[in-house]
């Protein structure tokens, strides 16, 4: 599975983003997926889940702020992220696999291996 992110970027305190998420290649089965963020010198942390039945997962400092969201096509995840703080600020990843299927409380298989998108900038300035 190829996972491509796009859509980060500069942005005020107080504004938004929106990331998108598209799976290519065999991804018959790939059915939840998520967003990860890192900073340097940390490590990658978990900010939103989604699963096939639709149920979504959120870190406590995004609640109320960020919406994950899946495409019509279901290949494709959506991060909306409103009310944007400096400490938003990472590189953030979308992921499919094991990692984030454990995180959501869903079976895995063993042989499954964990697909991670290329990062995409987000900045958040005061």
């Known amino acids: 599975v190829q996972l491509v992110e796009s859509g980060g970027g500069l942005v005020q305190a107080g504004g938004s983003l929106r990331l998108s998420c598209v799976a290519s290649?065999?991804?018959?089965?790939?059915?939840?997926m998520g967003w990860y963020r890192q900073v340097p010198g940390k490590q990658r942390e978990l900010v939103a889940g989604?699963?096939?039945?639709?149920?979504?997962l959120y870190q406590d400092s995004v609640k109320g702020r960020f919406t994950i969201s899946r495409g019509s096509a279901k290949n494709t995840v959506y991060l909306q992220m409103n009310s944007l703080k400096p400490e938003d600020t990472a590189v953030y990843y979308c992921?499919?696999?094991?990692?984030?299927?454990?995180?959501?409380?869903?079976?895995?298989?063993?042989?499954?291996?964990?697909?991670w998108g290329q990062g995409t900038q987000v900045t958040v300035s005061s």
């Open positions: 989604i699963k096939r039945d639709e149920i979504t």
């Open positions: 290649g065999i991804i018959f089965g790939v059915t939840t």
């Open positions: 992921a499919a696999g094991p990692t984030i299927k454990r995180a959501m409380g869903v079976p895995t298989w063993p042989s499954e291996t964990d697909s």
